[in-house]
C-alpha cells in the first residue's frame, strides 16, 4: 500500500515536498515513480528512482525543478518540487515497479495547485 502525502496550494515560485510510505516494500521491487495528472489530461511520468542503486530519471519538464529520494530504512519516497509553475498543477502519484511488470501499485494521489 501506499499513501501520498505533502500536497497542497502554492503561489507560483513557491515550494513543496511530497511523500509516499510504502506499507512494504519486497524483494520484487525494481524502482519507484512518481506520476501526475492535470484536469483533463492523461497521467504523466514525472521521475522514478531504481531502488539498487538510487538510478534517477526525469520528466524534460521537471528536470531542474524536482529531486525524487527515497529512504530505505523507513521505506519512503520524496518528491521535492521547487520554482513551481501554474502548469504544475496537479494530482501528484507515486507508484511502485515490479521487475517484469512495471508499475503496478498506486497510491491515491495529492493535489498539488500552483496559483499565478
Known amino acids: 500500500q501506499l499513501v501520498e502525502s505533502g500536497g497542497g496550494l502554492v503561489q507560483a515560485g513557491g515550494s513543496l515536498r511530497l511523500a509516499c510510505a510504502a506499507s512494504q516494500r519486497t524483494p520484487r521491487t525494481y524502482a519507484m515513480g512518481w506520476f501526475r495528472q492535470a484536469p483533463g489530461k492523461e497521467r504523466e511520468f514525472v521521475a522514478s528512482?531504481?531502488?539498487?542503486?538510487?538510478?534517477?530519471n526525469y520528466a524534460d519538464s521537471v528536470q531542474g525543478r524536482f529531486t525524487i529520494s527515497r529512504d530505505n530504512a523507513k521505506n519512503m519516497l520524496f518528491l521535492q518540487i521547487s520554482s513551481l509553475k501554474p502548469e504544475d498543477t496537479a494530482v501528484y502519484y507515486c507508484?511502485?515497479?515490479?521487475?517484469?511488470?512495471?508499475?503496478?501499485?498506486w497510491g491515491q494521489g495529492t493535489q498539488v495547485t500552483v496559483s499565478s
Open positions: 528512482i531504481v531502488w539498487s542503486d538510487s538510478t534517477v
Open positions: 507508484a511502485a515497479a515490479e521487475y517484469f511488470k512495471g508499475y503496478n501499485s
